[in-house]
């Protein structure tokens, strides 16, 4: 069974550019979940998706952030414009709805972005 | 709003045991989750405990006291690979989402 993947792995861009990060989860997967991880702190919480539904986007820090899920297959994550502190690793997590196990979430190897 | 502490670093030799704490805060616990990352790796879920007291899985155990607001992931037997941070992650009541703590980093020497 093919894992949580993301692409890029990695992405340089300058200040004021857009940037788009895509997840794919696994395979029947119905929630998805998006986390940064800024160089030396806690993994944050994003936002939660179930199937094509935002469930939660208390996480996502302003409006310059754009996640979409269309279909309830695969997520992107946009950011426009892109600044500084937006810098660090995005990863996106999938759990499966019902599973007894929806504790546990399979994360993918992530986006690092850094923002000149 | 929910907070955790754990340790920044541990360093241990190969072949011995370490013990990575977490101590927590949060309104309404439901569990605590540890996951292991790698450098430049994606965090793989080890264990996760919503009820007190000593889970087991091979080398790797985790422990709760929910009166203590507290667990630890015990690591025995270490190998260079068990190198990696090691998170602990709470969940509250009603919640599909962790909230992370900022992970500890171990280093395993030969």
């Known amino acids: 069974e093919a894992g949580v993947t993301q692409f890029p792995s990695h992405s340089v861009i300058e200040k004021g550019q857009t940037v788009t990060l895509r997840c794919d989860p696994i395979?029947?997967?119905?929630?998805l979940y998006w986390y940064r991880r800024v160089m030396g702190k806690e993994i944050k919480f994003l936002l939660h998706?179930?199937?094509?539904?935002?469930?939660?986007e208390s996480g996502m820090p302003n409006n310059r952030f754009l996640a979409e899920r269309t279909g309830g297959t695969y997520s992107t994550l946009k950011v426009q414009p892109a600044e500084l502190e937006d810098s660090g690793v995005y990863f996106c997590?999938?759990?499966?709805?019902?599973?007894?196990?929806?504790?546990?979430?399979?994360f993918g190897p992530g986006t690092r972005l850094t923002v000149l | 709003g929910q907070s955790l502490e754990q340790p920044s670093e541990v360093t241990a030799v190969e072949g011995a045991i370490v013990q990575i704490n977490c101590t927590y805060q949060?309104?309404?616990?439901?569990?605590l989750s540890w996951y292991q990352q790698h450098d430049g790796g994606a965090p793989t879920f080890l264990s996760y405990?919503?009820?007190?007291g000593l889970e087991e899985t091979g080398r790797f155990s985790s422990f709760l006291s929910r009166s203590d607001s507290y667990g630890y992931l015990l690591l025995q037997e270490l190998q260079m690979k068990d190198s990696a941070s090691y998170f602990c992650?709470?969940?509250?009541?009603?919640?599909?989402?962790?909230?992370f703590g900022r992970g500890t980093s171990l280093i395993v020497h030969p």
């Open positions: 997590a999938s759990s499966h709805y019902r599973s007894g196990r929806a504790n546990e979430q399979f």
């Open positions: 395979s029947g997967h119905d929630n």
């Open positions: 998706f179930v199937k094509e539904s935002k469930q939660d």
């Open positions: 949060t309104s309404g616990f439901y569990g």
């Open positions: 405990n919503a009820l007190d």
């Open positions: 992650a709470v969940r509250e009541e009603g919640s599909y989402i962790p909230t």
